[in-house]
C-alpha cells in the first residue's frame, strides 16, 4: 500500500542528482527552488505534474536527506520513486560519476514519462551531458534534453532557475518570465528608497564625524561605497526599467553628498567618483533635452578628470575616466546637430580609447570603448555632410572592435553593443549605394534583437533599439518601393513609443522621437493613398 500511495501523491516535487565535485552548486540550486515563491495566478493550477503549490518544497537532494539510513540506495530509490521530476546538474564531473548515470536510469525506468530536466554547471553541451542523459532520435542522432544553463553569459542564474521551474510544474516559461520582471520594478523601487534613505543617513553620520578623523574617515568610506552602488548596480537596474525619475533622484542625492565635501581634501579615487555621478546626471540631462545643463556637468567632470590624468598620465583608470569627458562633450554638440563640432572631443575620445588597447589589448572593457570611440566617429561620417567613404572604414572599425570585445567577454551588454554596430554598418552600406548588403545587415540586427527582447522583453534599452531598426527597415522598404511594408513597420513602431512614454512620460526623447516618426508614417501614408 505505501508504494501505492507514493505513486499517486509523490512526494517531492524534484529529485537533484549531481556528482560529490557540484555539491555547491547542488545545495545553492536546492535552497533557491524550495525558497522561489510561485505567481498568485499560477498556484492551485492544474498542471500536467500536480496541482501547482505555493513553493516547489519539499525537494530532493540526493546523499543528504537520507545521510543516516543503512541502505543507501534503497533510501535513493524510494525518493526517486516518489519524485514527479528529476534535476541532473551537468558538468564534466558529472558525466564521469557513475551515481549519476544510475539515478537518471533509475528514474527513467520508474517514470517514463516524468520530466528530466538539466542545469548546465560547467562545460558544453553536449560533453557536459551524462550520455544516458541523451536519447536517440528517430533520424539516428542524439536528443540534448532540455537545459537550463547557468554559466554567466548563458541564461544565467535568474532565468536558468525559470526555466526549472516551469520544466517542474509542465507550464510555458513566458508566465514565469513577465511575474519576475513585475517583481523586479517592485524591487528597485524599494532599492531606490532604501539607497537614498541610505545616503541621507550617511550625510548625517559624517556630519557628527567630523571631530574626529579616523571616524570620519570610516563614514566617508561607507557613504561612498553606497555612491558606487548607487552609480553602478542600481543605475544599471534603473536604465534597464526605464525609470528617469529614479535615476535623477539617486545622481542628485550622490552628488548633493559630494558639495557637503571639501573637494581639495578629497583623495583622488573620491575625485573620480564624483567625476562619474557628473557623467551620470549630465546623461539624464541630455535624455531630457537639456543640452546646457548636460554640458556644465560634462564640462565640470573633464576640469576634474584632466587634473587626476595630468597627476598620473600612465594610469588606465584616469585615461578611461578622460576618454568619458570627452566623449560627452563631444556627444552635446552632435545632439544639438553641430557634427563638425563635435568632432574634435570624438578625436580625443578615441585617441584616449587606442591608448586603453595599447595598454592591455585583451581587456574588453577597452576593447568595448575603442568600438564606441570609432562608432562616434562613424555617426559623424553619416551625418551631413555625409561622408561615404569614411563611413565605411569607421563603421567597420567599430564592428569589429565589439565583436572582439564580445569574443573576449561574453555578456549580454556587449551582445546589444554588437547588434547596434550592425545597424551603423547597414547605413554605411546604403550611404555607399549597397541596399542589399544594408538590408542583410538590418536583418540580421533585427533577428539578434527579437533573441534579447525574448529574454527581457522590459528592458527599455532594447525597445529604443527595436524602434530605431523598424524606422531603418521602413526607410529601406521605401527605397525598395514596398511602401505598404514600410507604413506597417512606422505604425507598429507608433504604437511602441507609445507605451514607451506611457512608462516614463518624463523622457523627453521618447516624445520628441514620437513626433518624428508620425511625419514619416503621414508621409509614407500620403504616398500609399496616391497609388
Known amino acids: 500500500m505505501s508504494n501505492i500511495a507514493v505513486a499517486e501523491s509523490p512526494k517531492y516535487w524534484a529529485f537533484i542528482s549531481y556528482s560529490h565535485k557540484d555539491a555547491a552548486f547542488g545545495r545553492r540550486l536546492h535552497r533557491r527552488l524550495e525558497s522561489y515563491a510561485l505567481p498568485r495566478r499560477i498556484v492551485g493550477r492544474a498542471t500536467s505534474q500536480g496541482v501547482a503549490p505555493r513553493r516547489l518544497a519539499p525537494i530532493f537532494r540526493d546523499r543528504e536527506e537520507f545521510s543516516a539510513a543503512n541502505d543507501l540506495s534503497t533510501e535513493v530509490r524510494a525518493a526517486l520513486q516518489a519524485s514527479r521530476s528529476l534535476i541532473v546538474v551537468c558538468s564534466p564531473a558529472a558525466v564521469a560519476s557513475p551515481w549519476v548515470a544510475r539515478e537518471v536510469e533509475t528514474f527513467?525506468?520508474?517514470?517514463?514519462d516524468r520530466p528530466v530536466l538539466a542545469a548546465i554547471r560547467e562545460g558544453e553541451p553536449p560533453a557536459c551531458f551524462p550520455d544516458v542523459l541523451q536519447r536517440i532520435?528517430?533520424?539516428?542522432?542524439?536528443?540534448?534534453p532540455l537545459a537550463a544553463d547557468f554559466r554567466k553569459g548563458r541564461d544565467g542564474a535568474e532565468l536558468g532557475l525559470l526555466k526549472l521551474v516551469a520544466g517542474i510544474l509542465g507550464i510555458g516559461l513566458d508566465e514565469?518570465?513577465?511575474?519576475d520582471a513585475q517583481r523586479r520594478t517592485q524591487r528597485v523601487t524599494a532599492v531606490t528608497a532604501a539607497a537614498l534613505v541610505g545616503m541621507l543617513a550617511m550625510g548625517l553620520l559624517t556630519i557628527f564625524a567630523l571631530n574626529a578623523r579616523s571616524e570620519a574617515e570610516?563614514?566617508?568610506?561607507?557613504?561612498?561605497?553606497?555612491?558606487?552602488?548607487?552609480?553602478?548596480?542600481?543605475?544599471?537596474t534603473l536604465k534597464g526599467v526605464g525609470r528617469l525619475d529614479a535615476m535623477a533622484a539617486v545622481n542628485e542625492r550622490a552628488l548633493r553628498y559630494y558639495s557637503d565635501q571639501d573637494l581639495d581634501t578629497l583623495p583622488p579615487e573620491s575625485l573620480e567618483r564624483r567625476a562619474r555621478i557628473l557623467h551620470a546626471i549630465g546623461e539624464d540631462d541630455e535624455t531630457r533635452g537639456d543640452h546646457?545643463?548636460?554640458?556644465?556637468?560634462?564640462?565640470?567632470?573633464?576640469?576634474?578628470?584632466?587634473?587626476l590624468l595630468a597627476a598620473a598620465p600612465h594610469n588606465p583608470e584616469r585615461i578611461f575616466d578622460q576618454a568619458q569627458s570627452e566623449f560627452w562633450i563631444g556627444f552635446v554638440d552632435y545632439e544639438r546637430g553641430r557634427p563638425k563640432d563635435a568632432r574634435?572631443?570624438?578625436?580625443?575620445?578615441?585617441?584616449?580609447?587606442?591608448?586603453?588597447?595599447?595598454?592591455?589589448?585583451?581587456?574588453?572593457?577597452?576593447?568595448?570603448?575603442?568600438?564606441f570611440a570609432d562608432g562616434s566617429l562613424c555617426s559623424l561620417d553619416l551625418d551631413v555632410p555625409l561622408n561615404p567613404a569614411s563611413a565605411m572604414k569607421t563603421c567597420g572599425a567599430a564592428l569589429t572592435q565589439m565583436e572582439e570585445a564580445a569574443r573576449l567577454h561574453d555578456t549580454k551588454d556587449l551582445e546589444i553593443a554588437v547588434i547596434n554596430r550592425h545597424a551603423w554598418i547597414a547605413d554605411a552600406y546604403r550611404a555607399n549605394g549597397e541596399p542589399l548588403r544594408a538590408r542583410t545587415e538590418r536583418l540580421l540586427e533585427e533577428r539578434l534583437l527579437d533573441a534579447q527582447m525574448a529574454q527581457d522583453p522590459n528592458n527599455m534599452h532594447l525597445q529604443e533599439i527595436w524602434v530605431a531598426t523598424q524606422r531603418a527597415l521602413a526607410l529601406l522598404d521605401l527605397d525598395a518601393g514596398q511602401k505598404t511594408t514600410a507604413r506597417q513597420r512606422l505604425l507598429r513602431v507608433l504604437d511602441k513609443l507609445d507605451a514607451m512614454t506611457k512608462f516614463e512620460p518624463a523622457n523627453k526623447a521618447w516624445s520628441q522621437l514620437r513626433a518624428q516618426v508620425q511625419l514619416e508614417e503621414n508621409s509614407a501614408n500620403e504616398i500609399w493613398r496616391k497609388e
Not at 572631443?345 to 575603442?370: G, H, Q, T
Open 137 to 144: 532520435g528517430p533520424d539516428g542522432a542524439a536528443v540534448e
Open 176 to 179: 514565469l518570465v513577465q511575474r
Open 108 to 112: 527513467r525506468a520508474l517514470h517514463p
Open 344 to 371: 574634435p572631443a570624438f578625436r580625443e575620445y578615441k585617441r584616449y580609447a587606442d591608448e586603453l588597447v595599447a595598454i592591455s589589448p585583451n581587456n574588453p572593457v577597452y576593447r568595448r570603448e575603442a568600438a
Open 292 to 307: 546646457d545643463a548636460a554640458l556644465a556637468k560634462f564640462q565640470e567632470a573633464r576640469r576634474t578628470t584632466s587634473a
Open 218 to 236: 570610516r563614514q566617508r568610506t561607507e557613504a561612498e561605497g553606497l555612491v558606487e552602488f548607487m552609480l553602478t548596480d542600481l543605475r544599471t
